[in-house]
């Protein structure tokens, strides 16, 4: 991953980012910019450990962070945290703020969403952080396919399945890093390269 990656922030790139970021596996520190304000997001082996914009506590600033839909972001790799007040997963931070915005953004769940026919998997600290959400039942009827070893085809197949609502679920599942394709995973373990991880991040627009 880019050690100094930069861009603009609009729509759920902190999302992307932070999805990203999770893949890499990397210590550093994510800055936004918007107007004069600067916040930041501190990570370390696959946890937020610290988060500070303006004056709010750890928690409101990732919310206001997430929010932001104009200014700049800058992530810098191999910076140490200055503090560790938090310890969630990114995926769980990811799922619990995309829950509370999902309804507000415009989303081609199509595009947003890998193949269809490729096999899905759980991320591997699943058991870590995901009795710490509140999934719907919908969602639990996905993770538990997912276990199973489902493709988003077969998540659709049951005939009186809401298909929107689904996409909807395996997207928000997807975009948090909670599920992934299972071959991306395993180029992961084998040493993912930065140009497979490009490709792997297509149609997140990173």
Do not use: C
């Amino acid at each position: 991953m880019d050690k100094g990656l930069k861009g603009n922030l609009h729509g759920l790139v902190v999302y992307e980012i932070l999805k990203r970021i999770n893949h890499s596996n990397t210590t550093g520190v994510l800055f936004v910019k918007s107007g004069n304000s600067i916040g930041s997001i501190y990570i370390k082996d696959k946890q937020i450990v610290y988060a500070k914009y303006k004056m709010a506590n750890e928690n409101e600033s990732l919310k206001e962070i997430f929010l932001l839909k104009s200014g700049e972001y800058n992530w810098q790799e191999n910076l140490p945290p200055i503090r560790e007040t938090i310890n969630y997963f990114i995926p769980e931070v990811l799922y619990r703020q995309l829950k509370e915005t999902i309804g507000s953004v415009n989303i081609n769940l199509v595009s947003g969403l890998p193949d269809y026919n490729k096999k899905l998997i759980l991320s591997p600290e699943f058991g870590k952080f995901g009795g710490n959400l509140n999934f719907t039942a919908s969602e639990l009827t996905i993770l538990d396919s997912v276990r199973k070893g489902a493709t988003i085809n077969y998540l659709l197949r049951p005939p009186d399945i809401i298909k929107e609502e689904a996409l909807k679920s395996i997207y928000m599942l997807y975009l948090s890093d909670i599920i992934d394709i299972e071959e991306n995973r395993e180029k992961k373990e084998k040493g993912t390269s930065e140009s497979a991880m490009v490709d792997r991040l297509k149609g997140f627009g990173v």
